[in-house]
């Protein structure tokens, strides 16, 4: 995903696949036009894999490119992957095309930035890939615009390093499918869910917590219970855990609810954020319910991190019995009432799958408040989806409220209802403050 | 055709007018498979923009400096008040407020949703029935509708669930159900939502009512009382009784609006395209005058563009649909002299006035909460719900108390009862008294049609783009304004049930003209109405033109005399009623849906 390497190891965070083949001449790829339906399964699987959330950017022509990525070694744009001979990957062969999706390594032999999630894109299968390679050759339109990669200080201007850590972290792709192959599962669903989300959906990407040296712990649900345990923030926002915790991550969770998040970006128990929302948006909404269900069997598979023992969240009436009594005496709670209450409601439950719930929401709960913050300060859009046509749009407090309002407003939604998450400080506060990019928020705003 | 207009590619329908009826139009014609341009004279508009919190909610801005309304300074109306007057322009908002922009009315209306009463929709068959033609004053141009209530109900039943429309039936299928209105017809069905919780004045005005022995109900709110998802499955929130609807977007996704409501879908819809700031010049017919090839219109960069398609179906605002019939020769224009034609015939307000009740000073009637559709009323001299033999009058008017949230400005302007001074402490505390502890209740009555009241060209005025204004020649009426005094003198007693210390009762005055400095509603209706005689309707029962088969006219011009009600749920289940006959008779064969 998107903005994976701003945190962490700050030498090597600053990536972005670069396809692009210029001043390179090879014979172009094979164009025999392959069957309709082979590209039309190719489509599906460039969605499955999200492949647009990064290559093409709001509005612009689909796969072009040219999304900015600000990081601290510079800028970086998303290259072109359209079949253009010379803007895009039109020269690839179908093997040089595996080779980048799965290994990261160029047409000339150079390493990929590691943003291009090819640790998880080694699994895919062959099937798959052929039927993607088919789909970017013939049933994506070629743009001939290139996409100039100049933005990007040095050392990370090179490609060396790059390889090095390569070959040091990114797994084998044949090692990879063999070990995929090998493993058992209690159902085909469980196997299909594991496929799409270690493989072709990359969710570890963001959900699963990296090394210093920028790689993700767990690649798979063998390596241990790390794999999609939480991410590290990106952009403000804190990737949550997606194993069985209870409190932050899926445990209540149902099928269902997962089923109905991946298609529409709302579910009774909350509402997509952050680059989520573009994961939901290019990619999950065009799944097949029967792949959404497998994904969503395949994660309740993962156990929870904490203790069984740990408690459950459970409701607490205490704070929706003090603001009914007109009692604002708790940290934060007279902000709560006037800026959140009209939409979150006093008792905190929300108007689901409208306005989300605050209690007893994983987001809220979770350890790393920055997510809970960041939205707070700038609102946050719930997009549109073909089975939800309505967004909605929450407004960003960053104008009204200082530092020490939104660490009072996040510090009651945290402990109120049985949240019991810990407080946040005005610092917190400015840091995801100064955190806050000049894109945000988004230029085009919905229109319902 | 202009010469110099640039021709666009061709489309089946073109829709002028991006309101609730336009809206609905477009949707249903794009389910029908047909490609649709809608033309709005105003700016594009959304939840996240006009309606973003908090800075929606500014009364100045939405109240006072009339936000989401039309741009006199473009074009407007001219008023006069009888045939002997010159008439002048409407140049600063007041008695009514024109919208402007995609959502149109139904952006900035309050979210009363009523049905059509039965006996409404054939009011002269049913005055002639009960009391005899001699009933009739002489000059009153009173109609039937051509469509009765048992033909509309699926169509009221689709706008509701569009809606979101809260309230409680009285019968559905014939069986008493609930607690609604005991005067209203049987429904196919409850209504999608529950009622709103009654305001505390609409609570002590549903308790004196009953104890006077009426009928009070909840009024029927497109201001969702839950969270809702209609049909087209897009999602409402729930109203929070904030006030901001009348004059505003709303925040919370609350009240209904095409743009919250209809649009989502369509705009995502492959065969739909949405131009805003186009401003229709005139619809286009060929040689023969007998068929619309397309219509004119000036684009956001000022251009003249012509756009051809093979319907056009107009769904601006009552008067502007009216005026678009007569700047574009589609209609015999009325002629009221000789008694003759039918575009601008038959124009029509409504019979509104106000009283206020001032309660006991230890109690606060929290005049600041409220949900626009919200409120108790009763029906009790509406319509044909009561004997008008002995009264000599036609018409009713419900009386509610819909308290739609008094704002600050709005509170000051009010003041203190008659008589209080207008400046100094004691307009201060006249005002203080009045914002705290009165109530108000309306009488929210029909106005009738009478032939020498009428909208036509003016010969004097033109707008920005060098067009005639459109004449409004109105005046109130003998009939009327007695009506207005029955009703109203009834509130008295439920004042006295309420414990009234004071009461005003709004009353209209005989000889006193329309006076456009006052607000007194945007429910303008007819000039262009529906009816089965070509003779006194400018559209069939289909609300298609007689005289270009074409061209359909959605909207409360439609409506051949006044009504006690607000209009919109009426122009909606209308919209959905020519939507349905265009997509069953008319698209298979197309030409005049009734001879």
Redesign the interface.
């Known amino acids: 995903m998107r903005g994976v390497w701003k945190s962490g190891l700050r030498p090597l965070a600053a990536a972005l696949l670069v396809l692009s083949a210029f001043g390179i001449q090879a014979a172009r790829a094979q164009d025999a036009a392959p069957q309709a339906e082979l590209v039309t399964r190719g489509e599906y699987v460039a969605e499955a894999a999200d492949c647009a959330a990064c290559h093409t950017v709001p509005g612009g022509a689909p796969f072009a490119g040219g999304m900015a990525f600000h990081l601290p070694t510079g800028t970086l744009y998303a290259p072109n992957i359209t079949p253009d001979a010379n803007a895009g990957i039109g020269q690839y062969s179908e093997a040089e095309f595996i080779r980048a999706i799965r290994q990261g390594i160029r047409r000339d032999g150079a390493t990929l930035y590691p943003a291009m999630p090819y640790p998880s894109y080694a699994r895919m299968t062959d099937e798959d890939l052929h039927a993607l390679y088919a789909y970017f050759m013939h049933g994506v339109r070629p743009v001939s615009t290139p996409v100039v990669q100049d933005g990007m200080h040095w050392p990370l201007s090179m490609r060396w390093p790059l390889t090095v850590w390569r070959r040091l972290f990114a797994p084998d792709p044949a090692v990879t499918l063999q070990g995929a192959t090998a493993r058992t599962f209690p159902d085909p669903v469980v196997a299909r869910g594991a496929y799409l989300v270690e493989g072709p959906g990359h969710c570890g990407a963001c959900h699963t917590p990296r090394a210093v040296t920028m790689q993700e712990k767990a690649l798979t649900a063998e390596d241990g219970p790390l794999y999609l345990s939480g991410g590290g923030s990106v952009d403000g926002w804190r990737p949550v855990s997606l194993r069985g915790e209870n409190r932050t991550g899926l445990g209540r969770w149902s099928e269902q609810d997962i089923v109905r998040f991946l298609a529409t970006g709302r579910m009774p128990l909350g509402a997509a954020f952050g680059g989520m929302t573009d994961a939901i948006n290019h990619g999950t909404q065009h799944m097949t319910a029967d792949d959404q269900l497998a994904i969503a069997r395949y994660l309740k598979t993962l156990s929870p991190t904490t203790p069984a023992q740990a408690p459950g969240w459970a409701y607490d009436p205490a704070a929706t019995n003090a603001l009914r009594a007109g009692d604002v005496s708790a940290r934060g709670a007279r902000h709560y009432v006037d800026s959140c209450a009209a939409c979150h409601r006093t008792d905190g439950r929300g108007y689901p799958t409208t306005f989300p719930p605050l209690a007893g929401n994983p987001v809220v709960m979770d350890p790393t408040p920055d997510s809970l913050i960041r939205i707070v300060l700038e609102g946050n859009t719930l997009r549109a989806t073909k089975q939800a046509p309505s967004a909605f749009v929450m407004p960003g407090f960053a104008a009204r409220m200082d530092d020490a309002a939104v660490a009072d407003t996040v510090s009651f939604i945290r402990a109120a209802w049985g949240n019991d998450a810990p407080a946040v400080g005005a610092a917190d506060v400015a840091r995801i403050r100064r955190s806050l990019s000049p894109e945000h928020p988004p230029a085009s705003l919905p229109m319902n | 055709m202009s010469d110099d207009a640039r021709r666009l590619k061709p489309v089946d329908v073109v829709v002028v007018g991006g309101g609730w009826a336009g809206s609905i139009m477009a949707k249903e014609m794009t389910e029908a498979g047909r490609t649709v341009v809608m033309l709005e004279r105003g700016p594009?508009r959304?939840?996240?923009?006009e309606g973003?919190?908090?800075a929606s909610i500014d009364e100045l801005e939405g109240n006072f400096r009339y936000k989401l309304f039309q741009d006199l300074s473009k074009s407007t109306v001219t008023i006069r008040n009888n045939a002997s007057q010159t008439a002048l322009p409407y140049r600063r908002m007041a008695a009514f407020l024109p919208g402007e922009g995609v959502g149109g009315a139904g952006l900035h209306w309050s979210g009363v949703h009523f049905r059509m009463p039965p006996d409404d929709l054939r009011l002269r068959s049913r005055v002639i029935e009960k009391y005899g033609a001699k009933f009739i004053p002489e000059g009153m141009n009173l109609q039937d509708y051509g469509v009765t209530y048992e033909e509309l109900e699926p169509f009221f039943d689709k706008a509701e669930k569009v809606f979101g429309t809260s309230g409680e039936a009285y019968k559905v299928n014939g069986q008493v159900v609930g607690q609604g209105n005991v005067f209203s017809p049987s429904r196919s069905d409850h209504f999608p939502l529950p009622p709103l919780k009654d305001v505390y004045t609409a609570h002590l005005f549903r308790k004196a009512a009953a104890e006077v022995g009426f009928h009070p109900y909840s009024l029927p709110a497109a201001n969702a009382s839950q969270?809702y998802t209609n049909p087209?499955?897009?999602?409402?929130?729930?109203c929070?009784f904030?006030g901001y609807c009348s004059g505003y977007a709303c925040y919370?996704?609350s009240k209904a609006s095409p743009?919250?409501n209809i649009?989502?879908?369509l705009?995502?819809h492959p065969l739909f395209e949405l131009r805003a700031n186009c401003h229709v010049l005139r619809v286009e017919r060929d040689s023969t005058g007998k068929r619309a090839t397309g219509v004119t219109y000036t684009d956001a960069e000022g251009k003249v563009v012509t756009q051809p398609a093979e319907m056009v179906i107009l769904t601006a605002f009552q008067f502007h649909n009216v005026r678009l019939m007569l700047l574009s020769g589609i209609g015999k224009p009325y002629d009221p002299v000789r008694n003759e034609g039918v575009v601008g015939r038959n124009f029509v307000y409504q019979n509104v006035t106000t009283s206020v009740v001032w309660l006991d000073p230890k109690v606060e009637t929290n005049q600041y909460i409220g949900a626009g559709g919200g409120g108790v009323a009763f029906d009790d001299f509406n319509s044909e719900n009561f004997d008008h033999g002995p009264l000599g009058f036609v018409g009713g008017s419900p009386v509610w108390v819909n308290q739609a949230g008094v704002k600050a400005i709005a509170g000051a302007h009010s003041g203190g009862p008659p008589g209080t001074p207008r400046w100094g402490s004691a307009w201060k505390a006249g005002m203080i008294d009045t914002y705290r502890h009165s109530l108000r209740i309306d009488a929210h009555g029909a106005n009738m049609a009478y032939r020498d009241v009428y909208l036509d060209l003016d010969p004097t005025w033109k707008d920005a783009y060098g067009q005639p204004l459109l004449r409004m020649t109105f005046d109130w009426k003998d009939n009327d304004i007695r009506m207005n005094r029955y009703v109203v003198d009834k509130i008295g007693n439920v004042a006295k049930a309420m414990g009234a210390r004071n009461v005003h009762l709004g009353m209209r005055e005989f000889g006193k003209p329309f006076d456009t400095r006052q607000y007194q509603t945007t429910h303008l209706g007819g000039g262009a109405v529906m009816g089965t005689d070509p003779q006194t309707s400018a559209l069939n029962r289909y609300m298609q033109s007689w005289d270009v088969h074409n061209v359909f006219v959605i909207g409360a011009n439609a409506f051949p005399q006044g009504t006690g009600y607000n209009p919109t749920g009426m122009v909606a289940a209308l919209a959905y009623w020519a939507a349905y006959h265009i997509r069953t008779t008319y698209l298979a064969h197309p030409g005049p849906l009734a001879g």
């Open positions: 594009d959304s939840t996240a923009g973003a919190y908090p969270q087209y499955g897009v999602q409402m929130g729930p929070n904030c919370m996704y743009n919250v649009l989502p879908v705009r995502r």
